[in-house]
């Protein structure tokens, strides 16, 4: 079965630290990989998504992740953290259907705090 | 970019009436519509999906008849929850994928309900 597991429930760091958001996946073929940000009360915001190709993926903001297979993992990071990314991180599992996209599976979130 | 236009953001009900939420993808067809629910500090659980022109496919524990989704066209999926009680108050988000994997998938901004 599919998972996805963000072993950290919140982290704290201070600004202009570097940042990694660790995230594990469970899924019988190549994974479609995603990392959400979500503000309070907002909805979500889509950081970077990984699909195929090259392995190390840049996104919005600043921020990369590095898809692992050997691993089963896609880490993301930011070399240097601002006090506007304080907010929720979300991996999650895309699951292939051939010609589009089924359900989501999501890890339970990464709460970053960011100390001035 | 694709875009999914949720409404209402907030909405306040008595205890015992209905609550529609719409989300309608503004600049493409969606296939497929996501609907889910967010607890306080809690990651999504998705209720269901639903493909355009059929009947949606509800996740486990998720009662149908009070949670009632529509899909009848490919730019319009609804949520209606019927009857409401104070423990259905929630954050809903709805999220839509199209022909086309590559796409990834498109986030509605939520509706916070409240039921009192």
């Known amino acids: 079965a599919q998972s996805v597991t963000q072993p950290d429930i919140h982290i704290t760091v201070s600004e202009g630290a570097s940042l990694e958001l660790r995230c594990n996946y469970s899924?019988?073929?190549?994974?479609?990989l995603f990392w959400y940000v979500q503000s309070p009360g907002q909805g979500l915001q889509l950081l970077l998504k990984?699909?195929?190709?090259?392995?190390l993926v840049q996104g919005i903001k600043g921020f990369e992740a590095e898809f692992k297979r050997s691993q089963s993992s896609f880490n993301l990071r930011k070399p240097s953290v601002h006090w506007s990314d304080a907010a929720e991180y979300f991996c999650?599992?895309?699951?292939?259907?051939?010609?589009?996209?089924?359900?989501?599976?999501f890890g339970r979130g990464t709460q970053l705090t960011v100390w001035p | 970019g694709a875009v999914v236009s949720q409404h209402p953001s907030r909405v306040i009900c008595k205890s015992g009436t209905s609550v529609k939420i719409e989300c309608r993808s503004l600049?493409?067809?969606?296939?497929?519509m996501f609907w889910y629910r967010q607890f306080p500090k809690k990651s999504l659980m998705l209720m269901a999906t639903?493909?355009?022109?059929?009947?949606?496919?509800?996740e486990q524990g998720v009662e149908k008849d009070k949670f009632l989704i529509n899909h009848a066209s490919l730019t319009l999926s609804t949520l209606t929850v019927t009857s409401a009680h104070p423990e259905d108050s929630s954050f809903y988000i709805c999220?839509?994928?199209?022909?086309?994997?590559?796409?990834?998938?498109?986030f509605g901004s939520g509706t916070r309900l409240t039921v009192v």
């Open positions: 999220s839509a994928s199209r022909q086309g994997a590559g796409y990834g998938y498109t």
């Open positions: 899924y019988g073929a190549t994974p479609y």
């Open positions: 990984y699909f195929s190709g090259d392995t």
């Open positions: 999650a599992v895309g699951v292939d259907r051939g010609s589009t996209l089924g359900r989501l599976y």
């Open positions: 600049d493409f067809q969606a296939t497929t």
């Open positions: 639903s493909n355009e022109g059929s009947k949606a496919t509800y």
